[in-house]
């Protein structure tokens, strides 16, 4: 059964906590981005893993260019997330759609995505340094 819905073009990327190299950070997540945040979230979940979506906090740069007064908006404070737990919900799907490939459409190109984020959060458990997940339209 494919649980996969296309939607808007998007990437899915890492924010490291710190000062980490943005060629060491740097992630496609395209693939990521067209697989419906439910769909993945919902396969996490079935594994035990905090959902991958649920690392996603939006800062105000991230949205200024999507509204005109973001001074009206109460956004959440700034965030960081443990690259350990990252990196477990990281391996569990890949490790699910390495079995489960009809669970989302393009699973090849979702696993690479995976693989470029599971060398990321890597790299940050082993420097310490926390990490939140952006997107970019």
């Known amino acids: 059964m494919t649980y996969n819905v296309r939607v808007m073009s998007v990437a899915i990327y890492i924010v490291a906590e710190g000062d980490a190299g943005e060629e060491e950070t740097s992630v496609d997540g395209k693939a990521l981005g067209h697989v419906e945040p439910d769909v993945l979230d919902a396969i996490a979940r079935g ?4 959902p991958l979506y649920d690392f996603m906090i939006f800062d105000s740069d991230d949205i ?12 959440p404070p700034e965030r960081w997330f443990d690259s350990k737990d990252g990196l477990q919900t990281v391996r569990s799907l890949k490790a699910h ?5 009809a669970d989302v459409a393009d699973a090849a190109e979702v696993i690479e995505d995976l693989d470029d984020f599971e060398r990321v959060l890597a790299l940050l ?6 990490f939140r997940l952006a997107m970019d339209a």
Request: aromatic share 4%; proline share 4%; charged share 30%.
């Open 47 to 50: 594994l035990g893993c905090t």
């Open 125 to 130: 458990v082993a420097r310490g340094s926390g």
């Open 64 to 75: 200024a260019e999507f509204v005109d007064d973001i001074d009206e908006l109460d956004l």
């Open 97 to 101: 759609l390495e079995a489960n490939p």
